[in-house]
């Protein structure tokens, strides 16, 4: 090689840095020579290398998400797996312009793409909701006008698409905007009175049975939120096959990414 590997005296022979270096990538290349055949067995059967699934922020739970990744783990070995989460219209973008093959709360029911399938998971239902101590939450009027609303922030998780346009969640003109990166900082503004807003109905409930949160009749609701599950066809193999037939068969191990969604599809 060139190289010098062992270092020898007259008593002992020792292996240089370089040597290590090379016994080490011997016993790797070894244990890939093993798991070889099982791979190529793997792939044969259309089983993708590697699987990149993007998560709608609103449905995002960490241990589903690592019970979903347990169990394909486990029944794919040696697949590889990313997981992102994205935020609006950050999902699509992830799905038609990134290297994603499955995405887990696009939002809307039919798709934007003829080469991708689309399988509806149910609605997200809104509720306006502000602090207990909020001005507005004694308000005596029933019902709050888009004057009273534009005078308090509007508290907004920014929609994370490059290259979609991006859109706004609710935003009256001239209302001051306050973004945060998630859901739970959405939520933890509203508890304290910073701001204003809509919240899933799911998540705010038991603030507002509580009494921490205060939920109001406003002249313009936000319409319930359409999501679903949407998949590349082209490229796609067995495994996220198998991920769709879990969300189509309703298995429990994705129970958690519907927590939030109170009208199920019916499919």
């Known amino acids: 090689m060139g190289t010098q590997l062992f270092l020898r005296t007259t008593r002992s022979v020792s292996l240089t840095l370089a040597g290590q270096h090379l016994l080490e990538h011997c016993r790797q290349w070894l244990n890939w020579l093993d798991a070889m055949p099982d791979e190529l067995q793997q792939i044969n059967a259309g089983v993708e290398r590697q699987v990149n699934i993007v998560i709608n922020n609103l449905l995002y739970q960490p241990q589903t998400t690592a019970d979903l990744l347990t169990w394909l783990h486990q029944q794919f070995p040696f697949t590889r797996f990313q997981i992102s989460r994205q935020v609006y219209m950050?999902?699509?973008?992830?799905?038609?312009?990134?290297?994603?093959?499955?995405?887990?709360?696009?939002?809307?029911?039919?798709?934007?793409?003829?080469?991708?399938?689309?399988?509806?998971?149910?609605?997200?239902?809104?509720?306006?909701?502000?602090?207990?101590?909020?001005?507005?939450?004694?308000?005596?009027?029933?019902?709050?006008?888009?004057?009273?609303?534009?005078?308090?922030?509007?508290?907004?998780?920014?929609?994370?698409?490059?290259?979609?346009?991006?859109?706004?969640?609710?935003?009256?003109?001239?209302?001051?905007?306050?973004k945060v990166p998630d859901l739970s900082t959405k939520l933890a503004c509203h508890l304290s009175g910073l701001g204003v807003g809509f919240l899933p109905e799911r998540m705010c409930r038991p603030y507002v049975e509580s009494g921490a949160l205060v939920a109001r009749e406003v002249i313009n609701p936000r319409q319930p939120s359409p999501l679903s599950i949407a998949w590349k066809n082209a490229g796609s193999g067995k495994v996220v096959s198998e991920i769709a037939d879990i969300f189509k068969q309703k298995d429990s191990l994705v129970s958690g990414f519907l927590r939030m969604v109170d009208r199920p599809a019916e499919n």
């Not at 093959?101 to 909701?129: C, H, K, M, Y």
């Not at 004694?138 to 308090?152: A, E, I, N, T």
């Not at 346009?165 to 001239?174: E, F």
């Open 90 to 178: 950050g999902v699509w973008d992830s799905l038609l312009y990134d290297d994603f093959q499955l995405a887990i709360g696009v939002t809307g029911s039919e798709s934007l793409s003829n080469n991708i399938s689309l399988l509806p998971l149910g609605d997200i239902s809104w509720r306006f909701v502000v602090a207990q101590n909020h001005p507005l939450a004694s308000h005596p009027v029933p019902v709050l006008s888009d004057d009273m609303l534009r005078r308090y922030p509007a508290i907004n998780i920014e929609d994370t698409s490059r290259t979609l346009t991006r859109r706004v969640a609710w935003l009256l003109s001239g209302q001051k905007e306050i």
